[in-house]
């Protein structure tokens, strides 16, 4: 874990970081400084998280990403320079996340993550992962459970986002204010103080929060509040699975076709009525939206630096954005 690389602030990181400091503590910044991230998918959306570790004064952050630049990522993805169309997305976008902030380490790495070996993610203390499919998801979730690694991801379809956390079980502290009863000058009076608590929570893995029975008492009965948005995030990665891809702009008349077709048996499956997602999802998930990129990255390298720091409260344990629902909602599945 993070605490056991942790070092001491220079003079300058000091005075870089003095507003952060001054926020969530020294403690919290030395953390900080100590972690080694590993953002899979240097995507839109792993640009926005990228930019957000790297100003909060992480030790290091690598980029991992096999693909190419394309016109799409361009447009999405601020890290990529649009003269860099052709060449490997890690290696374009590695020069302006290091230019954020020059006292993080950034590399990047070309391989594609289907191709690591579990050693590899070892090196780190936190694994964020964008543009896998479930099988990668599931699978480096459970390496990151048996090496205490803390793990997180997430993804932009559209108008469509979503992030998952699995911090195993992580303790953090929380400013609770309380009310205290004080007698001065023989008069009393009540006054509010804040103190640090410490609080434990604990997560489960990704594969049994996707695997939540809806037949069960215990989720029909919450299936009317859950958001559709979970739904939609399941027909996504069986389209991913099934065709290797996610749904294409160039492709969008059949991918709509295929992703209804999908809705329908996957929902029929899970027992869920088929009127728990809207058809017009189908036309909302092509191509990453920048500032739905920045909302859903924000929130997901918000949670990286509160896990790391130890400050707060997480959320636990899916984050959702979709205009379906017009805002942003923290659905706990799974347990």
Partial sequence: ???????????????????????????????????????????????????????????????????????????????????????????????????????????????NVKDKVDEYFTQFDVVCLCRCGREQLTRINNICRQNKILFFAGDVFGFFGYTFTDLQEHQYVEDVREKKEVEQEGKKQTIEETKMVKRTESFIPLCQALDADWTSNKYASQLRKISPAYFIMHILMEFASLHGRIPDPARRNEDEVELLTIKNALLEKMAVPQEKVDNQFAGLVFGQVSPVCAIVGGVLAQEIIKAVSQKDPPLNNFFFFTTLDGAGVVECIGY
């Fill in 1 to 111: 874990m993070v605490e056991k690389h942790i070092e001491n602030i220079t003079e300058d990181e000091a005075a870089l970081y003095d507003r952060q400091i001054r926020l969530w503590g020294l403690d919290a910044q030395k953390r900080l400084r100590a972690s080694r991230v590993l953002v899979a998918g240097v995507c839109g959306l792993g640009a926005e998280v990228i930019k957000n570790l790297v100003l909060s004064g992480v030790k290091s952050v690598t980029l991992l990403d096999h693909r190419t630049v394309t016109n799409v990522e361009t447009c999405s993805n601020f890290l990529a320079p649009h003269d860099a169309i052709g060449k490997n997305i890690a290696e374009a976008s590695r020069e302006r996340a290091q230019i954020l902030n020059p006292m993080v380490e950034v590399a990047a790495d070309t391989s």
